[in-house]
């Protein structure tokens, strides 16, 4: 069965095109992932407003998006929206306008949504002790979406308005920071120790892949530290030009880094697991037991 989901983030725009294969357990594998660098959180987190720019170019590719969801034929599909679109002033209009020109009804979905979507791809059976504690981190553009796991089971899940534009575009504040210390310092307490992270999310992917790291599917956060202290050693325009990240990625992941590494230390946490899914793999995951619900009617 074919699935679509299309995620609009304060960075980037990303559509998912996916195939789930289902016998005894379901297997989901990726056939396209299109991903277009509009940043909207640009103008909310100064503004308040998408710009009529930023507004132009995501009405386009949403119109782009579902001519290439027809042309692929899914069973289903789901379009969300998190920080910049939900803080945006001027959101319904944008969103009243991509369903004119477009026909994609899209929802805007708060923070704890959000993590409880990333969630639903059942990280934590990615990992092969499900008797221990875990902490998902999600640090997005606009925000940061945190969850604890314990014996397999969601305790507790809370997002933070912390993200690698925001802090970029210095909208971070240090009682933002000093309210995430203290959920994440006090949360910990009800936990056993040693906990453990699981990271999703563009950045915290690409600094697994600086790692190399093909025979494991995690990173101590020391390895985490030494890769942030090599990328932040250039400058921008040498991340783009020697180490080809994306302008909209070589900027964000310093900031990004910094947030991964600054819980970790919170937490006392040595080892982050890097699953390499995020918000619209959680979707599509989503479409599929919606699916399943129906046909067993």
Known sequence: MKFASIDIGSNAVRLLLAQVLSNCTPFFSKDSLLRIPIRLGEDVFTDGV???????????????????????????????????????????????????????????????????????????????????????????????????????????????????????????????????????????????????????????????????????????????EKIFNYLNSFSFDERVRILNLHTDRADVIIPAASTFIKIMKWADIKKIHVPQIGLADGLIRELYEKHNVKQNF
């Open 50 to 224: 998408i710009s009529d720019e930023k507004r132009e170019k995501l009405v386009t590719a949403m119109a782009g998006f579902k001519y290439i969801i027809e042309a692929y034929k899914p069973v289903d599909f789901m379009a969300c929206a998190t920080a910049a679109m939900r803080e945006a002033s001027n959101s319904q209009e944008v969103v009243d306008e991509i369903k004119q020109k477009s026909g994609i009804e899209l929802q805007v979905i708060d923070g704890r949504k959000e993590a409880e979507i990333i969630c639903s791809n059942h990280i934590e059976q990615h990992l092969s002790d499900t008797g221990k504690s875990y902490l998902h981190i999600d640090v997005g553009g606009g925000s940061t979406e945190m969850t604890f796991f314990c014996r397999g089971k969601i305790i507790i899940s809370e997002s933070f308005n912390i993200g690698a534009v925001r802090i970029i575009q210095n909208k971070v504040t240090e009682s933002n920071w000093s309210d995430m210390k203290l959920w994440v310092k006090e949360q910990v307490k009800k936990h056993d120790r040693p906990i453990e992270a699981i990271g999703t999310g563009g950045n915290i992917n690409k600094l697994y892949k600086f790692a190399g790291k093909k025979d494991q599917t995690y990173l101590s956060i020391k390895k985490v």
